[in-house]
């Protein structure tokens, strides 16, 4: 079971991450009304707004009809595969792959002495 899964089956309220990304920096303070700001990024100029899962569309209707808006988007956090044995597969093959690259760096090495 996934840990996605296993969350489903609490009590816990569901949450969604949304991305806003803002005109001004200093807009952001205007956000906390529709959630929990738990990120931003003065550069970059977005903050991460938490909020109910259940009212995300709805909050991200609202928010992207204000002004100091540029964009809003909903976090594709839910669709990460968590299980472990994905994981682990993915780890699997990642180090293959990089002993290849290993094995072909080592070989060309050789030729050149």
């Known amino acids: 079971m996934s840990i996605n899964q296993e969350i489903e089956n609490t009590h816990l309220i569901k949450r969604v991450a949304l991305i806003v990304y803002l005109k001004s920096v200093s807009d952001q303070y205007k956000l906390r009304h ?57 780890i699997t093959t990642m180090a293959k792959e990089a002993e290849e690259k290993l094995q072909l760096e080592q070989e060309k090495n050789e030729d050149q002495i």
């Open 34 to 90: 529709y959630g929990d700001i738990v990120y931003f990024s003065k550069k970059m100029k977005y903050c991460v707004l938490y909020v109910n899962r259940k009212e995300a569309e709805e909050v991200k209707k609202e928010i992207s009809q204000l002004d100091f808006i540029k964009h809003v988007e909903i976090s594709a956090e839910e669709n990460v595969n968590l299980d472990s044995k994905y994981i682990e597969s993915q």
